[in-house]
């Protein structure tokens, strides 16, 4: 659970500030990060360096999710698809979204076997006040009225 809790966290950070690239946020090259968590140069080349050897795969199931998704919203669309045709559908996409899953999931745990235990913590803390930021700045959505 912890390992699951500690994983998701930096798996967000890897996607917090915006896209560097088409899988997310290169954190490790931002001052601010290797500031505040003492990156060495070394374990900034090394984050690299695992960042690009599943780049190209990442960009290519995101890809294919992508265009599993598009051919399901072409499906659902039509009316002279079958239930099965949807379901097929369906099954590709979610196929498609696991396995991009799991690469970004494996991304996030190399990476977060080159920092240090003590880094860690901070990226959880650098984690937790940008969860809270971005609460605090999300506008409340008005309520449903009933009868609508």
Known sequence: MVLCRLVCAL??????????????????????????????ADQSTRLEQVFQALQPLLQAQKAALDKHEAALSLVVADPKSEEAQVLMAVER????????????????????????????????????????????????????????
């Not at 890897?14 to 954190?27: I, R």
């Not at 990476?111 to 880094?119: H, S």
């Open 11 to 40: 798996a967000v950070c890897l996607l917090m500030v915006g896209p560097a690239s088409a899988q997310g946020f290169k954190w490790w090259q931002s001052e601010r990060f290797q500031r505040e968590l003492a990156l060495t």
């Open 93 to 148: 996409v979610e196929a498609a979204r696991g396995e991009l899953a799991r690469s970004r999931t494996l991304l996030t745990f190399r990476m977060r076997r080159i920092l240090t235990t003590e880094q860690h913590v901070k990226m959880q803390a650098m984690h937790e006040q940008w969860s809270r930021d971005r609460r605090s700045r999300q506008t409340p959505r008005p309520a449903n009225k009933p009868g609508r």
